[in-house]
């Protein structure tokens, strides 16, 4: 990795922490309004969005086009990925409000199963043995961790799997966007009109669900927490884009492998999550299959590169 890479890399661990910790905090100590935390946290992403089509600061360069004109399918991959990042922020603060951190992280690292089969469903791509023999650990691994979670919840349990499941989706379409030359896009444009559309789809359910006597009584310092929050997530997903335009996909989920586990051990001690043997054993053993798969990516990828410097095979790529 570049100084810039590690630097990009750094600071995306350290956002995630502060986000975490403070949605965390915001929702279980102060028992902050769920739908409304998440509403203001997507409104400060936006307007913070917005600011970096701007004003760059350095994060990336921008991209000189023709007039105003907008790469093919701009506003539906806008419109997908945005519907997913609501999801993302939704459950995930869902998740967050009936289950300890560690646990939901340890969810959370089981992304690379529902990659491989997003990956196959949308874009027809085809993993060998090594990397279905790896996925088994981590099944096993998260089975051991959810059935002896001290703290297990069956709608925090649903709701972090399906925060997974929509941060996968996310990833596929984000990666394509923002790498790809017929797609290019910006981190702060990819940040602007996905929190955009994000809003969009927030609106009716802040309606419906929204408990708007406890809204209306939030706080001064609760409200300065949440914006502070915002800022924090916005750093942490910039980040996260940024760092796609310098690394591949292998070594971005390496790296986000490892935040996962930062992250659970460093909630154990910040929050004193109680927990078993067992549960602690299935999050190693979850830890351990993730760089397993990533490792046999790795090993298929260089594989097929062989393949098709030599002529035995197509080297066909799916796009959006």
Same mark, same amino acid.
């Given at each position: 990795?570049?100084?810039?890479?590690?630097?990009?890399?750094?600071?995306?661990?350290?956002?995630?922490?502060? &986000?975490?910790?403070?949605?965390?905090?915001?929702?279980?100590?102060?028992?902050?309004?769920?739908?409304?935390?998440?509403?203001?946290?997507?409104?400060?992403?936006?307007?913070?969005?917005?600011?970096?089509?701007?004003?760059?600061?350095?994060?990336?360069?921008?991209?000189?086009?023709?007039?105003?004109?907008?790469?093919?399918?701009?506003?539906?991959?806008?419109?997908?990925?945005?519907?997913?990042?609501?999801?993302?922020?939704?459950?995930?603060?869902?998740?967050?409000?009936?289950?300890?951190?560690?646990?939901?992280?340890?969810?959370?690292?089981?992304?690379?199963?529902?990659?491989?089969?997003?990956?196959?469903?949308?874009?027809?791509?085809?993993?060998?043995?090594?990397?279905?023999?790896?996925?088994?650990?981590?099944?096993?691994?998260?089975?051991?961790?959810?059935?002896?979670?001290?703290?297990?919840?069956?709608?925090?349990?649903?709701?972090?799997?399906?925060?997974?499941?929509?941060?996968?989706?996310?990833?596929?379409?984000?990666?394509? /966007?923002?790498?790809?030359?017929?797609?290019?896009?910006?981190?702060?444009?990819?940040?602007?009109?996905? /929190?955009?559309?994000?809003?969009?789809?927030?609106?009716?359910?802040?309606?419906?669900?929204?408990?708007?006597?406890?809204?209306? &009584?939030?706080?001064?310092?609760?409200?300065?927490?949440?914006?502070?929050?915002?800022?924090?997530?916005?750093?942490?997903?910039?980040?996260?884009?940024?760092?796609?335009?310098?690394?591949?996909?292998?070594?971005?989920?390496?790296?986000?492998?490892?935040?996962?586990?930062?992250?659970?051990?460093?909630?154990?001690?910040?929050?004193?999550?109680?927990?078993?043997?067992?549960?602690?054993?299935?999050?190693?053993?979850? &830890?351990?299959?993730?760089?397993?798969?990533?490792?046999?990516?790795?090993?298929?990828?260089?594989?097929?590169?062989?393949?098709?410097?030599?002529?035995?095979?197509?080297?066909?790529?799916?796009?959006?």
């Amino acid at each position: 990795m570049t100084p810039k890479a590690l630097l990009v890399l750094g600071l995306w661990y350290f956002f995630s922490f502060v &986000t975490l910790f403070l949605n965390k905090y915001i929702l279980t100590t102060l028992k902050a309004e769920a739908v409304f935390f998440a509403t203001v946290q997507m409104l400060i992403t936006t307007f913070m969005g917005w600011v970096n089509i701007h004003f760059p600061m350095g994060m990336y360069k921008p991209i000189k086009r023709e007039g105003s004109a907008k790469p093919p399918n701009f506003y539906r991959n806008m419109l997908v990925v945005g519907s997913t990042r609501f999801l993302v922020v939704f459950l995930g603060l869902l998740a967050l409000k009936y289950v300890a951190v560690s646990f939901t992280e340890t969810i959370k690292s089981s992304a690379p199963i529902f990659t491989v089969f997003i990956s196959r469903l949308l874009l027809g791509e085809k993993n060998g043995i090594f990397v279905q023999m790896s996925l088994l650990p981590i099944m096993s691994g998260l089975a051991l961790c959810s059935a002896y979670e001290l703290g297990f919840h069956i709608y925090g349990f649903l709701a972090a799997l399906g925060t997974n499941v929509s941060e996968c989706l996310q990833f596929v379409f984000s990666k394509l /966007c923002i790498s790809s030359d017929k797609n290019k896009t910006t981190p702060a444009e990819f940040q602007f009109y996905t /929190c955009l559309a994000s809003l969009f789809l927030q609106a009716p359910v802040c309606i419906v669900l929204m408990d708007w006597s406890a809204a209306a &009584t939030t706080s001064n310092h609760l409200l300065l927490l949440m914006m502070i929050n915002g800022l924090s997530y916005h750093f942490q997903t910039m980040m996260a884009w940024v760092l796609m335009s310098f690394v591949s996909p292998v070594t971005h989920s390496v790296c986000n492998t490892v935040k996962r586990a930062i992250l659970i051990w460093l909630s154990v001690l910040v929050f004193g999550n109680p927990i078993t043997f067992l549960s602690g054993l299935g999050t190693c053993i979850v &830890t351990l299959g993730v760089f397993s798969y990533n490792k046999a990516r790795e090993y298929e990828q260089k594989k097929r590169d062989l393949m098709v410097k030599y002529g035995t095979g197509n080297g066909a790529s799916s796009q959006l």
